[in-house]
């Protein structure tokens, strides 16, 4: 292992060990509303670099989620600067990354009028990483049609998606074919990255993945089936085609006639069995739950920097996820009883 490689991997472990605790969840729910989540983690967490000037009285949601995200795109950026090998593939990973989760965000406000006027959209990407996209952001903030969207993403590899939508004024814009479209060239390019990395780390990281998209691929088709009654062809349309589930299971799963078949046809794979060892509440939380669960081993157990790199990115985002849960609980005073099981620590 090269120094810098080495340095990577201490460095990622080192900011994982101030990852927020039990401790910290527990206060953190109990605060009565978001300036004081806000003041928690300004006062006791490692987040006091999030916030800058920003002042805790009247802080507005969509910013406070904002500062966190930025903050933590800096953190990810940081990290994989330290890597030689494939620390720069993966700083454009989180760029692509970044990117496509704020189209959707853009695309999701787009369809709702109303919020489109009463929200300015800021696209949260941090200002050193902005040479890394070729967005136009300056037309995209400004942008109140989808025809305006267009002209934003003129020129780059986001067009060819877009392009072959034409909607007109008024009508719906197909988010979740949209973002499943999206989401297959992210995640092509990681696979991509981890092709790159030595065998021993290739195959640690395929696994991750593999449990990932295994279990993304599970829960669309049970959702499919359970919420849309769909059909076999149109459930295929939205699977990634990606993991480890043979075309058989796949098979077996599209043309099961109840979700309890399909399940029981998960629980036969690779990573089927990991269902019995997670707690969840509802079948939608496994994909992140099994993330979760696979970052945090190679957090303790894999001494590979790439292993470790992707792991810690992704365990930052299951805590981002745990404190927009927070925020969202504070503001309209849910009560902790029903958000504590939401949060995964």
């Given amino acids: 292992m090269s120094d810098t490689s080495y340095a990577a991997l201490t460095r990622a472990k080192a900011k994982f060990g101030k990852r927020l605790r039990e401790k910290d969840y527990k206060s953190l729910l109990d605060c009565a509303n978001v300036a004081e989540v806000m003041t928690y983690l300004k006062s006791n967490t490692h987040y006091i670099e999030a916030f800058g000037e920003a002042n805790e009285r009247g802080i507005r949601r969509g910013l406070f989620e904002n500062l966190l995200k930025q903050y933590m795109n800096n953190q990810f950026d940081s990290l994989v600067r330290f890597e030689l090998s494939v620390g720069e593939q993966f700083s454009n990973y989180i760029a692509h990354k970044t990117e496509v989760n704020e189209l959707i965000r853009f695309l999701t406000l787009l369809n709702s009028t109303e919020d489109r006027r009463e929200q300015p959209f800021h696209f949260v990407f941090p200002a050193h990483m902005a040479k890394k996209t070729s967005i136009n952001l300056t037309t995209l903030a400004d942008a109140k049609s989808y025809e305006e969207f267009l002209a934003a993403i003129e020129g780059t590899r986001y067009e060819k998606v877009f392009s072959k939508y034409q909607i007109k004024s008024g009508e719906s814009i197909p988010i979740t ?169």
């Fill in 177 to 345: 074919e949209i973002e499943n479209e999206l989401y297959i060239g992210l995640y092509r390019d990681l696979y991509e990255i981890v092709d790159k990395t030595g065998s021993t780390e290739s195959a640690e990281l395929e696994d991750l993945l593999d449990a990932v998209m295994d279990y993304e691929n599970f829960v669309r088709i049970i959702r499919f089936k359970k919420y849309y009654k769909a059909d076999y062809k149109t459930i295929a349309k939205f699977l990634l085609p990606f993991g480890s589930l043979s075309d058989k299971a796949l098979g077996e799963m599209l043309t099961a006639e109840t979700s309890d078949e399909v399940y029981k046809i998960m629980l036969r794979t690779k990573h089927g069995k990991l269902i019995s060892k997670t707690d969840y509440n509802h079948t939608g939380e496994l994909p992140l739950r099994i993330k979760h669960k696979k970052a945090w081993h190679n957090m303790y157990f894999s001494d590979n920097p790439a292993t470790v790199m992707l792991s810690y990115i992704i365990l930052c985002e299951v805590e981002l996820h745990n404190l927009i849960i927070l925020i969202e609980a504070a503001r309209y005073n849910v009560d902790r009883t029903k958000i504590e099981p939401l949060l995964i620590y």
